[in-house]
């Protein structure tokens, strides 16, 4: 993985940041069962509740993806765990699988703007969007942190040098 120096102004990699996949069959509450488990308002879908620790994105029907520290993550799966015992539960830790990506100010949105359909425009896309969509030709999950603005990108590790390629070619056409 290249150095984080090597990347343009405005982009880094995430090396600290815990992903989770989460797969829940259950009933209408199961959103509602989720996010109090793990001490949060329940997300819409494409979007994103946190609580200062960890993250829930709402990615799919019954798909979650939980982001944060990977300690915070490693915890969060045990609560999952507990609460749907009776439940058909899919939760891995995906960390070591996945490569985060930020990008934060002007330069960074202009590198991701290059990179994704998605109108990342704040009326387009609020503080709290988190949807999966395409990065080049793989799929990817983009979510926007904050109004600065600031937007996390998480692909799978296999892609990662695809993925630095693009940016640098998004940054130096810019």
């Not at 001490?39 to 982001?67: D, F, K």
């Not at 503080?127 to 926007?144: E, H, K, M, N, Q």
């Amino acid at each position: 993985m290249p150095d984080i120096l090597d990347m343009p102004a405005g982009c880094r990699i995430d090396a600290d940041l815990g992903v989770a996949k989460v797969q829940i069959g259950g009933g209408a509450d199961t959103p509602q069962r989720l996010a109090a488990a793990l001490g949060l308002g329940a997300p819409a879908p494409n979007r994103y509740s946190e609580n200062g620790s960890i993250a829930l994105s709402a990615i799919a029907p019954g798909e979650w993806l939980l982001t944060g520290p990977a300690d915070a993550v490693a915890t969060a799966l045990g609560y999952v765990d507990e609460t749907f015992q009776e439940d058909v539960v899919l939760a891995l830790d995906l960390t070591h699988g996945r490569t985060a990506l930020r990008f934060e100010g002007p330069a960074g949105q202009a590198c991701l703007a290059a990179l994704t359909p998605l109108d990342l425009r704040p009326d387009r896309f609020p503080v709290g969007a988190a949807v999966r969509t395409r990065l080049g030709d793989i799929g990817a999950f983009v979510a926007r942190t904050g109004d600065a603005p600031a937007f996390l990108l998480i692909v799978d590790q296999s892609y990662t040098d695809y993925v630095l390629h693009l940016i640098g070619h998004a940054a130096n056409a810019a």
